[in-house]
């Protein structure tokens, strides 16, 4: 099937590893041009190297601390630079820290703010020219927060609840210009950032890292992770030349893990 990606050229935010690597990939095999970025420049380039070895447009890496204004900026700059303008914009970020309400104090609510609702706003206040220019799309990462709360990830439910507030405004603002605008949240996907918080519960918990993953698999109706490629096909769909009619909607790709509506 033509996804219309072929030559188009996408920026994926925090993409060396687990979704936001997953969702590059997915367009890189759908034909596209991909910036990928994240902090670690030895990652990110492994990264590159390894789309590279099967991609049909160019891979390119620049990296870039999402939490921090000026490196977004020249991301962005970067990225119409080297592609000619910017298509598909999908916004992806490390996780904010956890906690109950009494645990976080102003510096943290400040960093989550920065790192999980402003490296968003950011992304596309500096990428809007160019996706007006090609009538694009963007796509944010999210969590399973925005259909329901997560205990003690106060900063997540908080934060991620800005990013769907700001897209649903965003579609009636930007749908003139063409520019659609949706937003996905995971549920339990396995990423290397799962496993890891599964190995820090084991710890607490006394128990290991499998009995833990039984336990989370079994609240999941589908009865297990998903995979990341299952996560980043909704991605590509809303971000390919597929998508003409959904624009300010949130998705989640959970396994029907949350019940609302
Ligand atoms: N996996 C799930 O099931 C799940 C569920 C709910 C929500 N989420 C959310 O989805 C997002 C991605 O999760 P994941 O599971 O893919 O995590 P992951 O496997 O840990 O990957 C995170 C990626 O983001 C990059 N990154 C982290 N902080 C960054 C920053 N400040 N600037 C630029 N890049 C940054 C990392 O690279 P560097 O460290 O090199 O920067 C890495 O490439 C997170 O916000 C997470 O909370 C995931």
New binding site residues.
């Given amino acids: 099937m033509d996804l219309g990606l072929k030559g188009k050229r996408v920026l994926v ?9 997953a969702a590059a990939e997915a367009y890189a095999k759908a034909g596209a041009n991909v910036m990928l ?4 420049v030895k ?2 380039k492994q990264t590159a190297e390894d789309l590279s070895s099967f991609a049909e447009g160019t891979i390119a890496y620049h990296p ?4 921090k204004k000026e490196d977004i900026k020249k991301l962005i700059d970067e990225t119409a630079a080297r592609f000619g303008g910017i298509d598909v914009l999908v916004n ?4 904010p820290p956890p906690g109950k309400f009494e645990d976080l104090d102003e510096e943290d609510w400040e960093w989550a703010y920065q ?1 999980t609702l402003m490296s968003t706003v950011r992304a596309i206040r500096y990428a809007l020219p160019y996706l007006k220019q090609s009538k694009g799309r963007i796509v944010n ?1 999210t ?2 927060s925005i259909k329901e709360p997560i205990d003690g990830l106060l900063l ?1 439910n908080v934060y991620r609840m800005g990013i769907v507030g700001l897209a649903k405004t965003l579609s009636k603002e930007l749908a003139p210009d063409g520019v659609l605008i949706n937003t996905v949240g ?4 396995d ?4 496993r890891t918080l599964d190995a820090a519960k084991a710890e607490k918990l006394q128990l290991t890292p499998d009995e833990v993953r039984e336990q989370s698999e079994a609240a999941i109706p589908l009865g297990r992770y998903g995979e990341p490629e299952e996560f980043a096909n909704i991605i590509l769909f809303l971000g390919s030349g597929l998508n003409t009619y959904v624009t300010g909607q949130m998705f989640v790709a959970d396994g029907g893990m949350t019940h609302s509506y």
């Fill in positions: 935010l925090a993409s060396s590893k687990g979704l936001g690597k970025t994240s902090r670690t990652n990110v870039c601390d999402v939490s992806n970020a490390g996780g790192l990462i969590s399973s997540s995971p549920g339990r996907i990423t290397e950032r799962v």
